[in-house]
Antibody, heavy 119, light 111 residues
């Protein structure tokens, strides 16, 4: 079965960066794009961007350009998202979610990774 | 950005009751290829969202057929025909015709 295992919770200081991981299993990693989504109580769910694991090609929500950088390691079937210049507004739960090849939407989600930005 | 407006924000239902959730889009979700990429997710308490319905009305594998989706253009509806206790949670519509955006959610409570 499809599984997306995300890295654990992070407590980080303002101005620093954090890199989250999402290890995929149960399917061919390069066959599906991978989305990243931000969830907060105030803003709800926001799409950050998507990466094609086969080519490394990316597309970002304009709001997150310069904030998020998506990469993959095909050898370990792992997707990464780096968030830079962190502020308290970046505190959220971040999800990776596979893009369905027949549904064209997020059809499998990781368990989420909590990021807290605080001094 | 495409704005999805969900109503109602909260819904209280008894077991067996049928309920509907509306999702209205600020722009047509009909893609130039003829598909409409309007989808529904359920987020149970403490869990990540899960896909229920895609392409307006197609049931994701393993999703009970008491869930159904309908609509076109800018107006869409999720119906649950006979709510069960496991259906509690927050329902989101999400469109992927344009850069993906999510509705604000409808919280379903069981009376």
């Amino acid at each position: 079965q499809v599984q997306l295992q995300q890295s654990g919770a992070e407590l980080v200081k303002p101005g620093t960066s954090v890199k989250l991981s999402c290890k995929a299993s149960g399917y061919t990693f390069t066959s599906n794009h991978m989305n990243w989504i931000k969830q907060t109580t105030g803003q709800g769910l926001e799409w950050i961007g998507i990466i094609n694991p086969g080519s490394g090609g990316t597309s970002y929500n304009v709001k997150f350009k310069g904030k998020a950088t998506l990469t993959v390691d095909k050898s370990s079937s792992t997707a990464f998202m780096q968030l830079s210049s962190l502020t308290p507004e970046d505190s959220a739960v971040y999800y990776c979610a596979r893009h369905g090849s027949s549904s064209y939407v997020m059809d499998a989600w990781g368990q989420g990774a909590s990021v807290t930005v605080s001094s | 950005d495409v704005v999805l407006t969900q109503t109602p924000p909260t819904l209280s239902a008894t077991i067996g009751q049928s309920v509907s959730i509306s999702c209205r889009s600020s722009q047509s979700l009909l893609h130039s290829n003829g598909n409409t990429y309007l989808n529904w997710l359920l987020q149970r308490p403490g869990q990540p969202p899960q896909l229920l319905i895609y392409l307006v009305s197609r049931l994701e594998s393993g999703v009970p057929n008491r869930f159904s989706g309908s609509g076109s253009g800018t107006d869409f509806t999720l119906k649950i025909s006979g709510v069960e206790a496991e259906d509690l949670g927050v329902y989101y519509c999400v469109q992927s015709t344009h850069a993906p955006t999510f509705g604000s959610g409808t919280k379903l409570e069981i009376k």
